[in-house]
């Protein structure tokens, strides 16, 4: 199979809605590394719905909230370093929104929350000797 760690294959069939209302059947195969006896066909369909939900939350921010896609940078190491930026700011942002304990707070709410009175706030958490400084 080319795929040496494969222990397990699995075809899943799915609906798949589109924005103008119609529906199509999508066939998708999963490989994994699990044993046969270790992995059900709903523990199957749960990983593959699980891995989805997390690759569009963070599409979703990194491309509608941060405009990766929009991006101009073509030197490949810079791409990259940008790339690292982004993320690092996706995982602060999540974890400002957990821990402020706020309803409807985004991506974008904790931007302009640093953006607020002249970047102190993000300045704040780049200087912090204190963990939650930065949050308030």
Known sequence: MCFPGAAQVGR???QVKHKDG???TQTVHVLTSHPPDALSPDDFRKINRDYWKIESDLHTRLDEVLEEDKSRVRCPKAAHIL???RRLCVSLAIHWIKVTN???LTTRSFLEHMRANNARN????LTSKHSNAWLS
């Not at 993000?122 to 958490?125: H, P, S, T, V």
């Open 22 to 24: 119609s529906t199509s």
């Open 12 to 14: 899943l069939t799915r």
């Open 122 to 125: 993000a300045w704040l958490l």
């Open 102 to 104: 706020r309803t409807r």
């Open 83 to 85: 790339g690292m930026f």
